[in-house]
């Protein structure tokens, strides 16, 4: 008589196979975990790397994959004295840098790790957020406002300017590297010429600090997101005022990144990483969330399959979002209840993933009413 096969309990996350048994699979990478909170994240433009800065001033690369067990940590940097507060790789994936509320923005190779170039005084305040315009060229902005572009080939600034009130929260630029767009915790967005290395305009300000900046709809529309927890919309040709405000029901959108030409991934401080659609403007549901713990910053991979979250629960964690991809949203609105939870849009979302493509206008939010200003989540 066959005895019956012992019960073989679920590995712990982070356990790899014991030897000789096939590794298993998953939908997504295993969650990375960190000894202090990441306050930045990015993503490598072309190989499964990921570089995180925590509040200790540390920076680390991993490299990530989907089978169980093979995260590996590739080297660490301790050269910020105080906390990291952003990262990003450079266009052609070579270098990284990194700011520091010590003032001081870092270069390092991405093999090694090693420092190439060290401004230690790059602003009067401390930084805030970096970005890479080309291979050459990158912007800064600090703590008061100030934002710098910077040009390796000269070592220096080629352009300073302090045009706004309060920190820079997030920066973008447009496809060709020109137009440098600068949001605020004054609650305006900036708008900066690259190329003629000058100050255009600034928008009058919005309810609450703006948070975050993305370009849409094939660079014809700029998204903002504040911490009111409203996404306001302008038109790339009209940056003195928004065209459109959507309101969620969030209590702030303190991080977006672009998944396709009209869907954002929004992170928030409840904690919830929300889908929306720009223009209809929908929330369609929940990517995942870190329980509790106000999100810091999110990163998504090459070809928009996958989305990285870090938060204050000291983990970044990976979300499948390939079947944003294929979503298609129609002008057709149908109001729904408040109290309905939100849509799981991913396996490891909190709710149910049923009829997930199923009576998708069903679920669709109302578009806020700018008069009005009303929620809508």
């Given at each position: 008589r066959p005895r019956p096969r012992p019960h073989r309990p679920a590995l712990p996350q982070g356990c790899s196979e014991p030897a000789g048994m096939e590794p298993r699979l998953r939908d997504t990478p295993e969650d990375i975990c960190f000894e202090a909170t990441a306050n930045a994240i990015a993503?490598?433009?072309?190989?499964?790397?990921?570089?995180?800065?925590?509040?200790?001033?540390?920076?680390?690369?991993?490299?990530?994959?989907?089978?169980e067990g093979e995260n590996r940590q590739l080297w660490s940097s301790g050269h910020h004295l105080k906390s990291c507060r952003d990262v990003a790789f450079s266009q052609d994936g070579q270098k990284l840098f990194t700011v520091s509320k010590d003032k001081s923005v870092h270069i390092l190779t991405v093999e090694e790790g090693r420092?190439?170039?060290?401004?230690?005084?790059?602003?009067?305040?401390?930084?805030?957020?970096?970005?890479?315009?080309?291979?050459?060229?990158?912007?800064?902005?600090?703590?008061?406002?100030?934002?710098?572009?910077?040009?390796?080939?000269?070592?220096?600034?080629?352009?300073e300017a302090r045009e706004q009130e309060e920190y820079i929260s997030a920066m973008a630029v447009d496809g060709s590297g020109k137009i440098l767009l600068s949001a605020s915790g004054d609650g305006t967005l900036g708008v900066f010429s690259v190329k003629r290395r000058r100050f255009e305009l600034v928008s009058e300000p919005q309810n609450g600090d703006l948070m975050s900046v993305v370009l849409l709809k094939r660079?014809?529309?700029?998204?903002?997101?504040?911490?009111?927890?409203?996404?306001?919309?302008?038109?790339?040709?009209?940056?003195?005022?928004?065209?459109?405000?959507?309101?969620?029901?969030?209590?702030?959108?303190?991080?977006?990144?672009?998944?396709?030409?009209?869907?954002?991934?929004?992170?928030?401080?409840?904690?919830?990483?929300?889908?929306?659609?720009?223009?209809?403007?929908?929330?369609?549901?929940?990517?995942?969330?870190?329980?509790?713990?106000?999100?810091?910053?999110?990163?998504?991979?090459?070809?928009?399959?996958?989305?990285?979250?870090?938060?204050?629960?000291?983990?970044?964690?990976?979300?499948?979002?390939?079947?944003?991809?294929?979503l298609a949203v129609d002008d057709y609105r149908k109001k729904k209840k408040k109290g309905v939870p939100l849509r799981a849009l991913s396996s490891k979302a909190a709710g149910s993933r049923e009829d997930f493509f199923a009576d998708l206008r069903d679920e669709a939010e109302p578009?806020?009413?700018?008069?009005?200003?009303?929620?809508?989540?």
């Amino acid at each position: 008589r066959p005895r019956p096969r012992p019960h073989r309990p679920a590995l712990p996350q982070g356990c790899s196979e014991p030897a000789g048994m096939e590794p298993r699979l998953r939908d997504t990478p295993e969650d990375i975990c960190f000894e202090a909170t990441a306050n930045a994240i990015a993503l490598h433009p072309a190989r499964p790397l990921l570089v995180a800065g925590d509040v200790d001033g540390d920076v680390y690369l991993y490299s990530y994959s989907c089978i169980e067990g093979e995260n590996r940590q590739l080297w660490s940097s301790g050269h910020h004295l105080k906390s990291c507060r952003d990262v990003a790789f450079s266009q052609d994936g070579q270098k990284l840098f990194t700011v520091s509320k010590d003032k001081s923005v870092h270069i390092l190779t991405v093999e090694e790790g090693r420092l190439e170039t060290r401004f230690p005084k790059a602003h009067s305040s401390a930084l805030n957020c970096v970005l890479p315009i080309d291979n050459h060229v990158f912007a800064t902005g600090d703590d008061d406002g100030a934002l710098k572009v910077w040009d390796l080939r000269k070592g220096d600034a080629v352009l300073e300017a302090r045009e706004q009130e309060e920190y820079i929260s997030a920066m973008a630029v447009d496809g060709s590297g020109k137009i440098l767009l600068s949001a605020s915790g004054d609650g305006t967005l900036g708008v900066f010429s690259v190329k003629r290395r000058r100050f255009e305009l600034v928008s009058e300000p919005q309810n609450g600090d703006l948070m975050s900046v993305v370009l849409l709809k094939r660079g014809k529309k700029v998204a903002c997101g504040s911490s009111e927890g409203t996404i306001y919309l302008f038109n790339w040709d009209g940056f003195g005022a928004a065209s459109d405000r959507f309101a969620l029901r969030a209590e702030s959108i303190d991080c977006m990144v672009p998944i396709t030409d009209s869907i954002v991934c929004v992170g928030s401080l409840d904690g919830i990483i929300r889908a929306v659609n720009v223009l209809p403007n929908r929330v369609l549901g929940c990517v995942g969330q870190h329980l509790g713990e106000p999100i810091e910053q999110l990163a998504v991979a090459p070809g928009g399959q996958l989305l990285a979250s870090c938060a204050h629960d000291q983990k970044v964690k990976f979300w499948d979002v390939s079947a944003l991809g294929g979503l298609a949203v129609d002008d057709y609105r149908k109001k729904k209840k408040k109290g309905v939870p939100l849509r799981a849009l991913s396996s490891k979302a909190a709710g149910s993933r049923e009829d997930f493509f199923a009576d998708l206008r069903d679920e669709a939010e109302p578009e806020a009413q700018a008069a009005a200003g009303s929620d809508s989540d």
